[in-house]
């Protein structure tokens, strides 16, 4: 594990190959599906799995969206509009939607994206950005 430039206050978290240093704490939640026509959320802040939830993310703050179960079945992307075709929202983003998506809340992000299968025109909800 390579911890050079840790700092006080960093987080370290598994990516699923290597160890890696974030600069905020990091939620993660499961991703799963309801057939084609839910995602649905587990993890901090949900009791149980919880159907197209709408989401409250912070400004800078990293949240993991694992979506391993799924995969390329149903594949997560945060948009900043809605819909199949919506503009895809990448920034502050690593990984992958079919596996795990890590997102770093940029301080200039929206305060309303969206996030979507981009396969199935059902699986969607909004993502409310706070301060």
């Not at 795990?100 to 305060?111: I, S």
């Given at each position: 594990t390579d911890v050079r430039g840790i700092v006080q206050g960093d987080s370290l978290f598994y990516n699923l190959t290597n160890w890696v240093v974030t600069h905020s704490p990091i939620?993660?939640?499961?991703?799963?599906?309801?057939?084609s026509s839910d995602y649905t959320f587990a993890g901090p802040g949900f009791s149980s799995a919880t159907a197209d939830a709408t989401l409250s993310v912070m400004k800078g703050m990293t949240y993991a969206f694992d979506n391993t179960v799924q995969a390329s079945a149903h594949p997560f992307r945060i948009q900043s509009s809605q819909g199949?075709?919506?503009?895809?929202?990448?920034?502050?983003?690593?990984?992958?939607?079919?596996?795990?998506?890590?997102?770093?809340?940029?301080?200039?992000?929206?305060?309303?994206?969206?996030?979507?299968?981009?396969?199935?025109?059902?699986?969607?909800?909004?993502?409310?950005?706070?301060?």
């Open positions: 939620t993660w939640w499961e991703v799963n599906a309801s057939g199949l075709s919506g503009n895809p929202y990448t920034a502050g983003q690593t990984g992958s939607g079919i596996t795990v998506l890590y997102w770093t809340v940029p301080m200039d992000a929206p305060t309303t994206l969206y996030y979507q299968c981009t396969l199935h025109a059902l699986m969607n909800g909004t993502i409310n950005v706070v301060t």
